[in-house]
């Protein structure tokens, strides 16, 4: 059962574009296009908001051009992965702007995750882990940083972290149609044979 372990993500936004009227292939070419923009935005607004506008530009540059990224590009034309990668910066932008309590992280976070969730399962699995100790080391530190008494940092840090647990549970609830059959009937399909 292929369609139900490979995730759907950018064959329904594909599939969107071919309806329209687009070819094939060219709805194909725009997937490449969308998340080579969006991943080029993403790393700018993380760095942007980490490091400043200089930075910017350069994890941006860094993250849309690395060589992990080509290959999955130009040799490999694995469009789930790619789309995976691209919600990266976007989930560390959300979780940093929850942190510093921008308006509307939270929603940026929780699309981002549904992208990542609906797009690559190994990228998710790699991933995921590393943004939850992300945010919890961030948001460590955000909170130490503080100069207020113990009682208000204690309330910063759980009301953020209230936030952030409730965006990961709320994404996976979304994509709970295509995560809950994949992870129940795995057992069905034998992926060790040769």
């Not at 997937?31 to 400043?52: C, H």
């Not at 910063?156 to 979304?174: M, T």
């Not at 069905?188 to 044979?193: C, D, F, G, M, P």
């Amino acid at each position: 059962p292929l369609f139900e372990f490979y995730a759907p993500l950018p064959y329904y936004v594909g599939s969107l574009f071919y309806l329209v009227g687009f070819s094939l292939v060219n709805s194909i070419k725009i997937l490449f296009l969308i998340s080579t923009f969006v991943t080029l935005i993403g790393g700018y607004k993380l760095g942007k908001i980490l490091f400043g506008r200089g930075w910017g530009l350069v994890l941006a540059v860094t993250l849309t051009l690395a060589p992990y990224r080509a290959v999955n590009l130009f040799v490999r034309g694995a469009i789930s992965e790619l789309w995976g990668i691209m919600a990266l910066p976007f989930i560390l932008y959300g979780i940093v702007g929850i942190i510093k309590n921008k308006k509307n992280s939270w929603i940026t976070l929780l699309i981002s995750l549904l992208v990542l969730l609906l797009s690559h399962n190994l990228t998710t699995l790699i991933f995921l882990p590393l943004s939850i100790v992300f945010g919890g080391a961030y948001l460590l530190l955000d909170s130490s940083n503080k100069e207020k008494s113990a009682k208000i940092k204690r309330k910063f840090f759980l009301d953020r972290f209230l936030i952030l647990a409730g965006v990961y549970l709320l994404s996976f609830l979304f994509s709970a149609f295509y995560l809950l059959p994949a992870l129940l009937e795995k057992d069905y399909t034998r992926l060790e044979s040769a």
